[in-house]
């Protein structure tokens, strides 16, 4: 906590002013936000918020995977940076919150800064990682996962969406094609904050969740390959119908994930049916699921007890299924030191807090493997999120992004000021 300025608070209004200024780009009818990764309402609010940073007095740089790194100059350019922010894109039915908050109160908390005419020593590096929720292109936390190195950046780039489009040809439409290698940029922290999209801090009446650790997370593309036919036709038990087997599939995911509870959660999340008509046996289809746990132990058994469940289904429906791993995150644990910061600076602000571990996967969750990193959780209504009605408060907002002051000046320290 930098020494006499727990008074120095950000401008409450002038953040709460931009997340709902934003939220415009890809607003839905019913008060979400649709905003997929390199579209047209992303370009929209990347404008925005390269606009903001150098107002702010940030030069911005991108790299080739279209990361927006905005640089506050610090007393000692030759001291890494402290890096803040989270990600700007949304999922198809997202809310106003979801990552935008831990990017804007980054650009809020360099705005507090320069109108308070504090100098950090350590220059500050605010961050809108791409492609955060690999909704559009997998996998989820795409840019940062290669920049600590879990894929190459071509990998990356040569990913398609499911119109064909690949992430390069996306970058080049909007303009985000940056210039920068993945990873070249290094910075001596990373701090996150984010709503918690889940329903602890506010049951249990806490403003700041202090995040330990993440879940770890499995990703599987599916395919079921059965014998389309005719609805009327064709005997029940001569069926070999694919979507009969994916309700299978699905159950059999939600019983591993309740028999691993509460350790453990498992979705079927997209179910596409080739050629789908209503008299027709469904054939062939493709489905998408994950696992998640902070185990790494779990994560091993549920990958185990799922192939061993899919190959029963299989045969006794005489489909075949075909299942790839496309992706595994090991759990993440943050640097014990930043956790404490952000502990310290709770309680010196006197915010109520808990100490926690993330059931989301975050880009906090990469950074974590190459440098000290943590995040600040704030509550949002009912738990909910990657849902239209996601839904948080300005004090609550506005306390996460001066905990994530007072613990970005903790690492930067301060200069003049
Ligand atoms: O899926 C996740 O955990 C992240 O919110 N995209
Ligand atoms: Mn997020
Ligand atoms: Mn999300």
Redesign the pocket.
């Given at each position: 906590m930098a020494e006499n300025k727990t008074n120095l608070q950000i401008d409450s209004a002038r953040l709460w002013r931009d997340i709902h200024e934003t939220a415009k780009f890809g607003a839905t009818p019913k008060g979400g936000v649709r905003r997929l990764t390199l579209g047209p309402e992303d370009k929209e609010v990347r404008d925005w918020f390269r606009v903001a940073c150098e107002a702010a007095g940030c030069s911005v740089h991108v790299d080739a995977l279209g990361t927006m790194f905005a640089i506050r100059p610090g007393r000692d350019m030759s001291r890494q940076p402290v890096a803040l922010g989270s990600h700007l894109d949304t999922q198809p039915t997202g809310g106003k919150y979801?990552g935008v908050l831990g990017t804007l109160a980054a650009l809020e908390v360099v705005r507090t800064l320069n109108d308070s005419g504090i100098e950090t020593d350590a220059p500050l590096c605010v961050i809108n990682w791409t492609n955060?929720?690999?909704s559009r292109f997998a996998p989820?936390t795409m840019a940062s996962a290669a920049y600590v190195g879990e894929y190459t950046a071509d990998n990356i780039l040569a990913r398609r969406d499911a119109n064909g489009v690949s992430v390069a040809e996306a970058l080049q439409t909007i303009g985000y094609n940056g210039e920068e290698p993945v990873g070249q940029r290094r910075f001596s922290a990373f701090v996150e904050l984010h709503i918690e999209?889940g329903p602890i801090l506010e049951a249990e009446h806490k403003t700041i969740g202090v995040v330990e650790a993440g879940q770890g997370i499995m990703w599987y593309d599916g395919a079921i390959t059965g014998m389309a036919g005719h609805a009327g036709t064709t005997p029940m038990p001569l069926r070999r119908d694919a979507l009969v087997a994916l309700s299978e599939v699905v159950l059999a995911v939600e019983r591993l994930a309740l028999a691993h509870s509460p350790n453990a959660v498992g979705t079927v999340g997209e179910n596409v049916i080739a050629n789908p008509s209503r008299n027709v046996i469904p054939g062939d289809l493709t489905f998408t699921m994950e696992f998640r746990s902070a185990s790494a132990a779990t994560l091993d058994a549920l990958d185990a007890e799922l192939r061993e469940a899919i190959a029963e289904i299989s045969k006794r429906r005489k489909v075949t299924i075909d299942l790839d791993r496309i992706f595994r995150k090991e759990p993440p644990r943050f640097d014990p030191k930043l956790v404490d910061a952000v502990e310290t600076a709770s309680n010196a602000l006197g915010y109520p807090s808990r100490r926690m571990i993330s059931g989301?996967?975050?880009d906090a969750c990469n950074l974590s493997d190459v440098i000290p990193t943590t995040m600040i959780f704030v509550p949002c209504k009912d738990g909910i999120s990657?849902n239209e009605a996601e839904d948080a408060t300005q004090s609550d907002c506005t306390a996460g992004a001066n905990v994530l002051l007072h613990t970005v000046l903790s690492l930067a320290g301060v200069a003049k000021g």
């Open positions: 979801d955060e929720e690999g989820a999209q989301a996967t975050h990657h």
